[in-house]
């Protein structure tokens, strides 16, 4: 049983001895608090599962936002090949260049983002460790 039909049994019972004094005004205000409690209760749940499923809803269309645009973007660069090659310019690669042109994929989309802003991020540390030593060779 939950506790508003505890209550209600326990109030049932009281009322029907006859040799309780008990005030029904109390009680019923104790089962009608109870209830309200319910109904407060169930309604922040809902609206928590209403949140958790607004959030796995955006995650999801960020997802498949970060894939589509993977896509394109594997389309317009050539991820870890030799370049473009244009009609008639360039070069003729060996057949074993060729089979590892693509071996190497790209980031996954959900990582993609946070691997470019890391790259980044080292490329500006390593920069900046070649200008010190740089500038320590030109001064000692």
């Not at 922040?44 to 958790?52: G, Q, V, W």
């Not at 042109?101 to 890391?118: C, T």
């Not at 790259?119 to 900046?128: C, D, F, Q, S």
Request: proline fraction near 3%; hydrophobic fraction near 35%; charged fraction near 30%.
């Amino acid at each position: 049983m939950d506790c508003i039909a505890t209550a209600e049994q326990t109030f049932s019972e009281i009322r029907n001895d006859n040799n309780s004094t008990t005030n029904t005004e109390e009680w019923n205000d104790f089962i009608q608090e109870l209830k309200r409690r319910e109904t407060v209760e169930k309604a922040r749940l809902e609206a928590r599962d209403r949140a958790r499923n607004q959030a796995n809803d955006e995650h999801r269309e960020r997802q498949r936002i970060l894939a589509a645009n993977a896509r394109t973007n594997a389309g317009d660069s050539n991820q870890g090949g030799l370049g473009r090659m244009g009609e008639g310019v360039g070069y003729f690669p060996s057949l074993a260049t060729l089979q590892f042109q693509s071996s190497i994929p790209g980031p996954s989309p959900s990582v993609a983002e946070y691997e470019n802003k890391e790259k980044e991020r080292l490329n500006t540390i390593l920069k900046w460790m070649c200008f010190i030593v740089l500038v320590y060779f030109l001064f000692s």
